[in-house]
């Protein structure tokens, strides 16, 4: 039996599609993955079972993408309020200086 190392298999359409975390997986790929599975003669079954398991897929693809731009806006979002906040801070500052300066006059 030869030795291989896994690195050295290319991912095949199918092994992308079903990446645990979806990363890979792409239109082309989902495309070649369509056609490889409506070439060979299929039951009802396997036909819905096919085109359930694509729209999982890509249902699963828009959510991620969802999820990922909620992120980016959480992050946006948290970064302006601590700007903000050291903002308030400042001006507080600024405003008892002012009433400690008139005081003092």
Request: glycine fraction near 0%.
């Amino acid at each position: 039996m030869d030795n291989f190392r896994l690195e050295d298999i290319a991912p095949t359409p199918e092994m992308i599609l079903f990446d645990a975390n979806f990363t890979y997986v792409t239109e082309a790929a989902i495309n070649d993955f369509i056609n490889n599975l409506e070439d060979k003669g299929e039951t009802p079954k396997e036909r819905k079972r096919r085109i359930n398991r694509i729209a999982v897929i890509k249902c699963r693809k828009k959510r991620k993408a969802k999820n990922e731009e909620i992120i980016k806006k959480v992050n946006a979002l948290e970064e302006e309020n601590s700007y903000l906040t050291n903002l308030v801070k400042q001006l507080q500052e600024e405003v008892n200086e002012l009433k400690n300066a008139t005081f003092l006059l």
